[in-house]
């Protein structure tokens, strides 16, 4: 994507980005929450930030949830005005991003609708991002495969489910495995796309995915230890756009232990220097700690560059994981837990 | 004071032995009642102290607990909905137990894990550390509240029925009690006042006798005197023996 020619659609979008980019906390806003004592006093002092008075006409007192709620709220409300102004193939691009919260209400809907629970009661607590038009049409489907061949057919994720799960499939295995079946093929068909976009969108993307890829691996096949995941279940589930593949990811699918999980990560650089830091013991970082500050450097190199879509990406994950940080430092005020209120993940 | 007299019942022999046994019984009951209203109080007392403790401990582990699930919500993002809408039937469930103390049955309540987990999958790509962890502290959390619940039906039953037993046992000592020894009382003074009676009416009739005699003995002797009679001559017409009267 030449620069001079970006401008022409993707200028007025990747400029409001960025502004959105700078109204995300700093070190400075973090420090002053972790001081507050109470609910309200967060809220105050979120009042003096980017979000200004989003939480004023919630009645007191505040719980947890609320904040949680409102701070999506503000981020699903950014990015469909983002994507409302968009044109080809910056919308597609964001549909692509889309897709993954797609696979999580598809997911809820699925096990909502075996348990037999009313439409209506599910469609409220589906993700406002992954909303899709067929979504009110689920109800009619009793059984998974039903619900494929009526409903998710015509939905933009039927190509993720065709490549990798058959109907048989649907109705037997474990939501689980079928949620991470889906996320592999969508992670795989995203990389391809950035790929054919190619130029610096390709570049920023491609390693941020690749990334996302291999930390997926990694972090199945250590949560697969000691649960009824067969090796080669859990082989299936491995995506295959990162730079473990075919050598790490075959490593990973006969590994036993976490030993050997670490001694796979040794022969690629960024992820044994991940694995150092890392230990269950009680003052340390958890690998998962260690992941997300890595994707969080990634997303703020993404920009340094201009001209490419990847800002958005970034922008969206780097809004997502300040809302966790923001309802982790509440739920420590508000539980008067503060031994580990330090443990959200500084962005800049 | 109503119900501290006396049992209604005819004052003799029979009724002061039936009324003795009466008292040894309703001694014999108060002594067994205190022994068991003691026994009783003293598992009271163990019961409640392990309350105490249960419920401090309880506290902890449930902020623990809570602050586990913060954790988990943090690293894995919302899994409420995955949670809620998977649920089918209960995995812990409990069973219910009798234990006697002192004759009182007490129920204890027992947990046990039915069926496998079925959550064991449950944030595979993320987070799934934090989700065991969070499973383990919300189980030890469920094991607690379980020990909790029997200890205190435990309390409620016993402090009943301790209740019962100390007003029975009062009831005896000083209800039951003093109105048998009332009523042995008033048998004991009735049997004496018969008895009395009797040895007035006796040495009335001792005197009567005597007096009769005294006539009967003067007038021989006047006729002895006057030479018409010839004193005591055996009769065979004569019926037994005067009444012999001490």
Redesign the interface.
Same mark, same amino acid.
């Given at each position: 994507m030449k620069g001079c020619i970006f401008n022409i659609d993707g200028g007025y979008l990747e400029g409001l980005c960025r502004g959105f980019k700078c109204g995300i906390l700093k070190q400075s806003d973090y420090l002053n929450l972790v001081q507050c004592e109470t609910l309200e006093d967060l809220k105050l002092h979120l009042q003096g930030t980017d979000y200004g008075t989003f939480l004023a006409n919630e009645p007191s007192p505040l719980a947890v949830s609320t904040i949680d709620d409102k701070l999506r709220e503000k981020l699903v409300i950014e990015f469909q005005h983002l994507r409302n102004h968009s044109v080809e193939p910056l919308s597609t691009f964001l549909d692509f991003i889309t897709y993954s919260y797609m696979i999580d209400n598809i997911? $809820?809907l699925i %096990?909502?609708t075996l =348990?037999q629970?009313p439409i209506s009661e $599910?469609i409220p607590?589906c993700h406002p991002l992954g909303s899709f038009e067929q979504m009110e049409a689920i109800h009619v489907a009793a059984t998974p495969a039903e619900l494929y061949n009526a409903v998710l057919v015509d939905t933009p994720l039927a190509p993720f489910f065709v490549d990798c799960i058959s109907e048989q499939d649907l109705d037997e295995m #474990? !939501? +689980? /495995?079928i949620? #991470?079946t889906l996320?592999k093929a969508y992670l795989e068909a995203f990389y391809e796309f950035c790929k054919q976009i190619g130029g610096t969108t390709a570049d920023v993307m491609c390693e941020i995915l690749a990334f996302e890829a291999d930390r997926?691996a990694i !972090? /199945?096949t250590? #949560?697969?230890f000691g %649960? +009824? $995941?067969s090796k080669d279940d859990r082989a299936k589930?491995y995506p295959r756009c990162g730079k473990l593949n075919p050598d790490g990811l075959a490593a990973l699918a006969r590994a036993d232990d976490y030993e050997q999980v670490k001694a796979v990560a040794e022969y690629y650089a960024e992820y044994s220097a991940l694995f150092e830091g890392a230990g269950?013991n009680v003052g340390d970082k %958890?690998l +998962?700690d260690k992941f997300?500050e890595h994707e969080v450097s990634l997303n703020v190199h993404a920009f340094l560059q201009q001209f490419h879509f990847g800002v958005f990406y970034s922008y969206l994950k780097l809004k997502e994981q300040e809302c966790?940080n923001i309802?982790?430092i509440s +739920?420590?005020v508000a539980?008067k =837990?503060r031994a580990?209120i330090d #443990?959200y993940i500084p962005i800049f | 004071m109503s119900g501290k007299d006396r049992l209604a019942i005819f004052p003799s022999r029979g009724a002061q032995m039936l009324m003795k046994a009466r008292l040894a019984g309703a001694q014999k009951g108060h002594g067994l009642l205190k022994k068991k209203a003691d026994a009783l109080q003293v598992r009271f007392r163990m019961i409640l102290s392990k309350i105490i403790e249960t419920k401090t401990l309880m506290g902890e582990v449930m902020k623990e607990a809570a602050f586990s699930l913060a954790e988990a919500k943090f690293t894995t993002g919302d899994f409420n909905q995955v949670v809620l809408q998977n649920v089918t039937k209960a995995q812990i469930k409990i069973r219910s137990k009798k234990d006697n103390v002192a004759g009182v049955t007490l129920p204890i309540f027992e947990s046990y894990q039915d069926g496998s987990d079925t959550y064991e999958l449950a944030g595979l790509a993320r987070g799934g550390q934090q989700l065991s962890k969070l499973k383990k502290n919300f189980q030890s959390a469920v094991k607690l509240l379980v020990e909790l619940a029997s200890l205190q039906t435990s309390f409620v039953t016993l402090d009943e029925v301790i209740k019962i037993t100390n007003r029975r046992v009062n009831a005896i000592e000083h209800v039951i009690i003093p109105r048998l020894e009332r009523t042995l009382a008033y048998i004991i003074s009735e049997l004496d006042e018969l008895e009395r009676e009797e040895f007035y009416r006796l040495k009335k009739i001792q005197d009567k006798k005597k007096i009769i005699k005294d006539k009967a003995e003067a007038a021989k002797a006047a006729m002895i005197a006057a030479g018409k009679d010839v004193g005591d001559i055996a009769n065979l017409l004569d019926e037994g023996d005067e009444d012999l009267l001490f």
């Open positions: 997911i $809820l %096990t909502g =348990h629970r $599910l607590k #474990n !939501i +689980e /495995i949620r #991470n996320y997926r !972090i /199945i250590i #949560n697969s %649960t +009824e $995941l589930l269950s %958890t +998962e997300f966790r309802v982790w +739920e420590c539980q =837990h580990k #443990n | -």
